[in-house]
């Protein structure tokens, strides 16, 4: 069973760069089959996509998002990391990280979700 577990600091200071990390188990962040991704949902409106990393550790990213986004992955724990800098109230979100199927186009598996706030 494939399970994603979200972390990072749930309070942000504007001007600061958000990072949360996804630990993976149950699965391997280095197979062919899948893209590791970051999802956000902000207060009272729908998901959005942040962006991605595939088994290369080539990375793609929403244009609104991408001068302030870099995703990254660390193989030997499995885990894979999003930093978005700058951040401003507007970042305030739950953040998400999925696996997407490839072959199915979907999200198979999510983690909880993380909430996290920017706020002075």
């Known amino acids: 069973q494939v399970q994603l577990q979200e972390s990072g600091p749930g309070l942000v200071k504007p001007s600061q760069t958000l990072s949360l990390t996804c630990t993976i188990s149950?699965?391997?962040?280095?197979?062919?089959?899948?893209?590791w991704t970051w999802i956000r949902q902000p207060p009272g409106k729908g998901l959005e996509w942040i962006g991605a990393?595939?088994?290369?550790?080539?990375?793609d990213y929403s244009p609104s998002l991408q001068s302030r986004t870099s995703i990254s992955r660390d193989t030997s724990k499995n885990q894979f990391t999003l930093q978005l800098s700058s951040v401003t109230p507007e970042d305030t979100a739950v953040y998400y990280c999925a696996r997407d199927k490839i072959a199915a186009a979907s999200y198979d598996y999510w983690g909880q979700g993380t909430q996290a706030t920017v706020a002075a």
């Open positions: 149950g699965g391997s962040i280095s197979s062919n089959s899948y893209y």
């Open positions: 990393i595939r088994r290369s550790g080539s990375t």
